[in-house]
């Protein structure tokens, strides 16, 4: 059988939390859920010039000729899905992409290096998130690296050293830009930030990396409300400040140490002093699930 070396963008999508989808709805309509999400994201791939190698269970393969492809069809998936309520319910989707060397065999099917470290950028991400290698980085255009910020370090089987991973803020739509990814955490104070919600309670140090609080198992601070997405807000440190960032479907209500309350919706606010903010009801509002926060 013919093989070819090529170079490629390799991008793995699956479904977060199936598992529980299946409990939560029955076996069925999580079928159906899941094949209509698989046919929309292979319609964002296809948008961009990209190809599903295969799809296994929940998750797609697709490979693109650039990076600058392969990190649109990933916005065009997040977005898309996350947004999608055909079924009473959006989904949340993972997505890992990689450049490099691969073996492209005869019959389409590839396999090799850009594989390999794809599947293992698909297995550090958290649901909502886009994460991508430094190699990926390198190859974007301007705009596309402008949106990346680098998320961490991270052993790749087959790699002496760890590699560095970046993640894709897609969710932004109102961000300053950076000149660069290393201006998002600049020389500063030590700090820290207490978050409390009910009698659980979480310390987050100015080296924490970023933090995403919702309803669903996968976030780093589960809070139990209703009207909460599952990965709902990120709290992350940018020059010396922990940023509160929405990334919800109902927004994000703050209380801020002057007293004020502050709507976000895919926005992004720096906390100071000590406040609050609720997931998807205001503040004020009579049941609201408060979580309570103090910078130090």
């Known amino acids: 059988m013919a093989q070819r070396n090529i170079k490629c963008s390799i991008m793995f999508a699956d479904v977060a939390g199936s598992t529980k989808l299946y409990e939560d709805v029955g076996d069925d309509k999580a079928r159906t859920m899941i094949s209509h999400t698989i046919e929309s994201m ?3 791939t296809q948008a961009m010039r990209g190809r599903v190698i295969k799809t296994i269970g929940d998750e797609i393969m697709c490979v693109f000729v650039d990076a600058d492809s392969a990190v649109k069809a990933a916005y065009d998936i ?11 319910r959006a989904l949340s989707i993972r997505i890992g992409a990689h450049f490099g060397p691969a ?4 019959d389409g099917d590839i396999y090799g290096d850009a594989v390999n ?6 297995g550090i991400a958290k649901a909502g998130q886009i994460i991508i290698t430094e190699d990926t980085v390198e190859r974007l255009n301007e ?3 402008a949106d990346t910020r680098e998320f961490d370090r991270a052993p790749v089987k087959g790699k002496k050293e760890p590699m560095i991973i970046y993640e894709v803020m897609w969710a932004q739509e109102d961000v300053t830009r950076m000149a660069a990814p290393n201006l998002l955490a600049a020389a500063a104070a030590p700090m820290k930030m207490k978050l409390r919600w009910r009698d659980k309670q979480l310390e987050l140090a100015d080296s924490s990396g970023v933090t ?3 309803r669903g198992d996968q976030a780093d601070f589960v809070v139990d409300d209703k009207l909460a997405s599952r990965m709902h807000v990120r709290i992350e440190v940018r ?3 922990f940023v509160v ?3 919800s479907t109902n927004g994000t209500f703050v209380r801020t140490n002057d007293g004020r309350e502050v709507y976000l919706r895919r926005e992004e606010l720096p906390l100071t002093g000590a406040g609050c903010f609720s997931l998807g009801s205001p503040v004020s509002a009579e049941n609201a699930e408060l979580i309570y926060y103090i910078v130090e």
């Open 117 to 122: 470290v794809a599947a293992r950028m698909a």
């Open 212 to 214: 995403v609080i919702g």
């Open 245 to 247: 960032i929405d990334q």
């Open 42 to 44: 292979t319609k964002s």
């Open 78 to 88: 997040q977005e898309t899905v996350s947004n999608d309520f055909t079924y009473g």
């Open 103 to 106: 073996i492209l065999e005869s």
């Open 143 to 145: 705009e596309l690296k």
């Open 239 to 241: 020059r010396g400040k």
